[in-house]
């Protein structure tokens, strides 16, 4: 591709170093209010005690259990939970109404006679 003059574009090594460096950014935003924030205890969203943060022993990190703990731990007190499930929430909202779930049925005709349910009554149908 030619570049005329006064054109200016971004090639694609600068434009991955940005979206680099602003998902770096992001991320730091989150580790800084994650260490920072004040420990919650309790979801009142949910009606629950949160995971303690885990004390780490020697055996528990060997054996992996300390990882296991935190991942618990962070995933309940990640900044903007609330704020990420109901977004979530939302969306399964908006999907459910626009899909079919697993307990809807439905019936199609296939039949080029016009017989909707080849001779069967709906309840029929439903029965199966």
């Known amino acids: 591709m030619n570049?005329?003059?006064g054109e200016h574009y971004i090639n694609n090594s600068k434009m991955s170093l940005l979206l680099f460096f602003i998902f770096f950014i992001i991320i730091s935003i989150f580790l800084i209010i994650s260490i920072f924030a004040p420990e919650k205890t309790i979801s009142e969203r949910e009606n629950r005690t949160?995971?303690?943060?885990?004390?780490?022993?020697?055996?528990?990190?060997?054996?992996?259990?300390?990882?296991?703990?935190?991942?618990?731990h962070y995933s309940d007190t990640f900044p903007f939970r609330n704020f990420f499930l109901d977004v979530n929430d939302g969306i399964k909202k908006i999907t459910s109404q626009l899909s079919f779930g697993k307990d809807d049925i439905v019936i199609y005709n296939t039949d080029?006679?016009?017989?909707?349910?080849g001779g069967e009554a709906l309840e029929d149908v439903e029965k199966r």
Do not use: C
């Not at 080029?112 to 349910?117: A, I, M, P």
């Open 3 to 5: 570049k005329r003059k």
């Open 50 to 72: 949160l995971q303690p943060f885990p004390k780490p022993t020697i055996s528990t990190i060997f054996s992996g259990q300390f990882i296991k703990d935190f991942e618990t």
């Open 112 to 117: 080029k006679t016009g017989d909707d349910f």
